[in-house]
């Protein structure tokens, strides 16, 4: 009889302790995206549309008037909010940064970006990087460099590709391509060099692959609990695995591209002493 009463103090007590959490999320919840289930949050009209996830957002946002919350399964910690609102992005990045510091938890999410701009959430650290890419992209040569680098992927790949298809009349996947093109000209004008990704017959490049498994992996770790990608890091499993190869293969890349700059400032300074000599 005890654990009768017992049993029945602890489900009520539970109960009304659910209830409580319910009411929290709801009033905590101004402009839902889904409808808020219980234990499972909004979480299970985004799984049934994972395959095209980012078609379904786009129109969900559009309805709501481009910005809405999300919340995730019970304890989990997994509550966003989601805009794509160009005035709120602004807002956040740029013109009010400085009170949207990464933390350590979006540091943790994107820890093979190690302390770079995007990543780091020491705020000093991030004005000084932000100087350097200014004083960079306000350099009266980096327009000129830009343009030429995207003539000449335009007219050495791109409509190659393009015209190869048409002659054989096969199909291209665009989005495979604009992410080639992309990819192409961003490691012409970061890193100095021409992965050739946007090639005839789309071959696999490594730094490229890399690359898109490293993209995959912060995607999928911002959709499942933090315990759960925790885990599979630890285990080396899944995306997790992909991760570790992908962050190998770029550290092999960051680590040739310092060798051939000491090279090169190395010969800068021979040529130089010898001229003075």
């Known amino acids: 009889m005890l654990f009768f009463y017992a049993a029945t103090i602890a489900s009520i007590i539970i109960t ?104 780091t959430d020491d705020l000093e650290k991030w004005r000084y990087m932000k100087s350097l890419f200014l004083s960079l992209i306000k350099h009266k040569g980096f327009d000129i460099f830009f343009e030429k680098t995207i003539q000449n992927k335009v007219k050495n790949s791109f409509l190659p590709v393009l015209d190869h298809a048409w002659l054989q009349g096969t199909v291209l996947d665009l989005q495979d391509v604009f992410c080639r093109f992309t990819f192409d000209n961003t490691s012409l004008m970061v890193l100095g060099f021409d992965p050739k990704s946007l090639s005839l017959g789309f071959p696999t490049v490594e730094a490229e692959k890399a690359f898109d498994d490293i993209e995959k992996c912060l995607f999928y770790r911002q959709m499942v609990p933090k315990s759960v990608w925790k885990f599979q890091k630890w285990l080396q499993i899944g995306k997790e695995k992909k991760m570790e190869k992908a962050r190998k293969v770029w550290t092999q890349i960051a680590i040739k591209l310092f060798d051939s700059i000491a090279f090169l400032l190395k010969l800068q300074d021979t040529n130089r002493s010898m001229r003075n000599f």
């Open 16 to 119: 009304i302790l659910l209830v409580l959490h319910v009411l929290d999320r709801k009033r905590s919840c101004k402009d839902p995206l889904f409808i808020d289930w219980p234990l499972f949050g909004m979480s299970l009209q985004l799984l049934y549309n994972l395959s095209q996830i980012h078609d379904f957002l786009a129109n969900v946002l559009n309805r709501k008037g481009g910005t809405a919350e999300f919340m995730g399964p019970w304890f989990t910690n997994m509550n966003f909010l989601l805009s794509t609102d160009p005035m709120n992005a602004h807002h956040v990045f740029s013109k009010n940064f400085e009170n949207y510091v990464n933390g350590p938890e979006f540091r943790d999410v994107f820890d093979v970006f190690g302390d770079a701009i995007i990543a």
